[in-house]
């Protein structure tokens, strides 16, 4: 992607990012406003996409400079220089936000914000002690009171308050065709090589978000609303 | 500043210009941005800065000027209104040492009034609503 950042303002949850690109445009689409057929493209480049190190794109907010459009030959279409300014999802470190627990596995507490869903909280991070109930796939806190023990489940679905503690960027770019590597020259007579395991990759997130609960406040919303 | 609710407006105004749109917006190439379109404003229409403006989010920041909070914790409070001292201590970094007991609470109250809350949440004593808005 030809996209080059320019400045980030931070400010919370979702940031304004300078970004400056090389926008083509299809002949058939000349009729259209050029802002507009610059805003559809763009939209269609970088909505609900991860940039790597930036975050997740959600939409143009505006166009700060566009320069002139030239059509290059061979192609029909316009290539518009443009910068602007679009909204990314990137939460600061230590920012509070509030998610639904979408499952437990034995790596955590998982949380999805709807428009976002690789938010994990590991088990280190959770309200101590925590158990892991395998039974019923749930983590829950073993909260000591007076009384005794108190399991408090942590259920799908329910609202959970986390505060972010570190960010993962993955470059899922494509990489080359795999090089053959030495010992897989077949020779006549034998068997083919190995099962082709590298084949099936294991899908990664582009983005996730670890983050705690282990604090006063952070949790469930029903563990502290009276 | 680009606070949830400034999202949560811009979100919104982009979906009314899409409806006029037409046909146009439902081609593979628009589906993403319908995608996180949707999902973004689901969740943000359940959070306070749904039942923002751009008066009460003035209003807001004036109120809070004397409480010397930074930036970043004026607008999580503005995201979050918190309602309980916990909350608070949660979004203001060394809140003990800042601010006192009455300073918390005072912060509490001012954020209650400034901002609107939930209205399904405030149901809970339905007379006394009634009895307030008819004497508003």
Redesign the interface.
Known sequence: MCCLLLVA?D??????VDMVDTVRISPWDFHKRLNDAIA?EL??KL???VVYNVG????L?DITKMDDSFIFPGDGASHTKVNFRY?V?HP?LD??L?GKIKYCSQEGVHVT???FDDILIPPESLQQPAKFDEAEQVWLWEYETDEGAHDLYMDQGEEI?F?VTDEVFVDTSPTGPATATEDTAAQPGQSTGPPPEAAVEKKEAPYTLLGTIS????GLLSW?NN | MLSNFEIFKLLTDLKEQRKDSGKNKHSVGQQNLNTIMYETLKYLSKTPCSRQSPEIVKEFLTTMMPHKLTKAEKLQVLNHRPQTAVEIQLMVEESEERLSEEQIEELIQTIAEILPGDPEQENKTPAEMEEAAENS
Do not use: D, H, T
């Open positions: 303002r400010c919370i949850m979702f940031v304004l559809e939209n269609k909505a609900n996409k997740l794109c959600i939409c907010y909204v999802f600061f920012e509070v509030v914000m709807g428009f308050r505060r604090e006063p406040g952070l502290w």
